[in-house]
Every structure is written in structure tokens, then in C-alpha cells.
């Protein structure tokens, strides 16, 4: 069997969300033809782009001419779907969307919006990448990112246990444990 017969048996998609706002530099550089190319060479057969209030209006393509199938969308009611549905999330900075994806355990690249004022999310961002959590790229380093991209090197993320903290808050208002 052919490798393009193995592609349309097993549908790989790659989820993109630019969350709420416009980040059109992130959609740009998804839809060039490089990181395009790259996606399918590591075996992604579908790219599926939420693109917020972006002005930039991604190429669609069917992917019948051995390429990836793309499609966008504006704005769902839940992402949650998508997410749970993606082989691999490419992601703006949010603190939801990034610890969404991580929970599902998906492999995640977050691009920071450098045209962001105060962008503390670049922050979280690249800690979260120096734990190896995710991968971390500009719009400009995406295809750069892709392509070196090992998902088998990520580690899982394990979220850490807030009732010790919530104990403390109830005890310093006078709740009682019980």
C-alpha cells in the first residue's frame, strides 16, 4: 500500500486557535506554502485554522493533489471538540488554550503575539517550553519550530495540587476543616 493510501486511512489533524482576538501574523505564517510542506512531512494530513477576528483568510485546499487538506472557521462555541479531535495544536499564548491542550496530553506549540503590549504570556510560554511541555515559536520561527519538532520528547504536564492553598484561604477566613 501506497503512503497516500496510509494518509487518507488515518486522518491526522492539526488544530490552530488564535483564541478570541485577530493574530494574523500566526495565521500567515500556518498557511505559507514552507510550513504547509513541513506539516505534511511529518505525516499531519489536515489543518484546520480558527482564525478569531483576523483579516487574513487562509487558502483552503482539499488536499487532493497529495498535499494537506486546509480549512478555517471564525469562532466555535467550544474549541473543546477540536482540541480533543487534533493530532497537534498550534496555539496563541492564552493561559486557557494552552493548559486545555495540555491537559488532553496533545503535543503543543504555542506562538507568541509579539504585537502584544506587557505580553506576559510569552512568559508562560517559554517556561512552559523549558520544562518541555510544549514547544515555543514567533510567527516567524514556526516553520523553523515544525520542523524540528520531536514530540516524543515532551513531557507530560502534571498539574500541581491547589487544596493545600485552598486549606490555608478557608482557615485564614475562619472556615473550619471538617
Not at 510542506?37 to 484546520?48: N, S, V
Not at 472557521?73 to 474549541?79: G, Q
Not at 510569552?122 to 519538532?149: I, K, Q, W
Amino acid at each position: 500500500m501506497s503512503d497516500a493510501n496510509d494518509r487518507s486511512d488515518s486522518k491526522k489533524v492539526v488544530f490552530v486557535t488564535v483564541g478570541t482576538t485577530s493574530f494574523d501574523s500566526l495565521v500567515k505564517s500556518v498557511d505559507t506554502h514552507e510550513v504547509k510542506e513541513a506539516l505534511f512531512k511529518k505525516g499531519y494530513t489536515h489543518l484546520l485554522i480558527q482564525m478569531g477576528r483576523g483579516s487574513y483568510i487562509p487558502t483552503k485546499s482539499a488536499g487532493e493533489d497529495g498535499s494537506l487538506s486546509v480549512d478555517y472557521f471564525t469562532f466555535s462555541s467550544s474549541i473543546a471538540e477540536f482540541l480533543k479531535s487534533a493530532s497537534l495544536v498550534i496555539s496563541h499564548a492564552g493561559s486557557g488554550s494552552i493548559f486545555e491542550t495540555l491537559k488532553l496530553r496533545k503535543p503543543l506549540i504555542v506562538v507568541v503575539n509579539e504585537d502584544l503590549m506587557d505580553n506576559h504570556q510569552s512568559e508562560l510560554a517559554e517556561e512552559l517550553a523549558e520544562r518541555n511541555h510544549l514547544f515555543c515559536a514567533r510567527p516567524n520561527t514556526l516553520y523553523e519550530t515544525v520542523s524540528a519538532m520531536d514530540s516524543d520528547s515532551l513531557v507530560a504536564y502534571q498539574p500541581g495540587n491547589a487544596t493545600p492553598v485552598a486549606k490555608f484561604i478557608d482557615r485564614f477566613l475562619g472556615y473550619t476543616d471538617e
